[in-house]
T-cell receptor
Framework: EPEVTQTPSHQVTQMGQEVILRCVPISNHLYFYWYRQILGQKVEFLVSFYNNEISEKSEIFDDQFSVERPDGSNFTLKIRSTKLEDSAMYFC?????????????FGNGTRLTVT | AQSVTQLGSHVSVSEGALVLLRCNYSSSVPPYLFWYVQYPNQGLQLLLKYTSAATLVKGINGFEAEFKKSETSFHLTKPSAHMSDAAEYFCAVSLASSGYSTLTFGKGTMLLVSP
């Protein structure tokens, strides 16, 4: 069964550094998402992406964050200057259409640790 | 305001006992509702979803959930717990206010199954 893959599984970075989290969504999916889960807290929506542009973003997704689909297969999340509070598990997801009509398929996540 | 509330961060049951995980939503317009499961070191996997069809929804692994509009609830049940059901379970909603385009997750309930 096709799956969403995320790399790396664990990323450690120093405060102030830039990080790029990578995701390969399921190939025929059209909607892409990033969520994050701070340890012990709930899964939070960051951003959704459709037709090569952001369709919706949360308050968390400020100017430090950006997303890109550079080559038609990868979907990346960039954090320009990491802060300690960015430490979390970041999940990428994709769906064939919106979550009403088709389920989100999640990757296994990238654990980001900012020191 | 919380869109979805899960009662109990941890639920413990014995193998073979009934599983009941509670989820309540707050929305004037009935949302679409989902249950996801997260096994250790894995991503989120869809168990079942309600999208305004039958109010009793059957999912994978013997789980089911019933949408009750009068109680604004979507509790997850399984008649007989198995050791392999031990995982974290997340209730999620997709709201009309967002065009049903994103998911908002509850804080999750960790299900512990003892022999």
């Amino acid at each position: 069964e096709p799956e969403v893959t995320q790399t790396p599984s664990h990323q450690v970075t120093q405060m102030g550094q830039e990080v790029i989290l990578r995701c390969v969504p399921i190939s025929n999916h059209l909607y892409f998402y990033w969520y994050r889960q701070i340890l012990g807290q709930k899964v939070e929506f960051l951003v959704s992406f459709y037709n090569n542009e952001i369709s919706e973003k949360s308050e968390i997704f400020d100017d430090q964050f950006s997303v890109e689909r550079p080559d038609g297969s990868n979907f990346t999340l960039k954090i320009r200057s990491t802060k300690l509070e960015d430490s979390a598990m970041y999940f990428c997801a994709s769906s064939g259409s919106g979550p009403r009509d088709s389920p989100l398929h999640f990757g296994n996540g990238t654990r980001l640790t900012v020191t | 305001a919380q869109s979805v509330t899960q009662l109990g961060s941890h639920v413990s049951v014995s193998e073979g006992a009934l599983v009941l995980l509670r989820c309540n939503y707050s929305s004037s317009v009935p949302p679409y509702l989902f249950w996801y499961v997260q096994y250790p070191n894995q991503g989120l996997q869809l168990l079942l979803k309600y999208t305004s069809a039958a109010t009793l929804v059957k999912g994978i692994n013997g789980f089911e959930a019933e949408f009750k509009k009068s109680e604004t609830s979507f509790h997850l049940t399984k008649p007989s717990a198995h050791m392999s059901d031990a995982a974290e379970y997340f209730c999620a909603v997709s709201l009309a206010s967002s065009g049903y385009s994103t998911l908002t997750f509850g804080k999750g309930t960790m299900l512990l199954v003892s022999p």
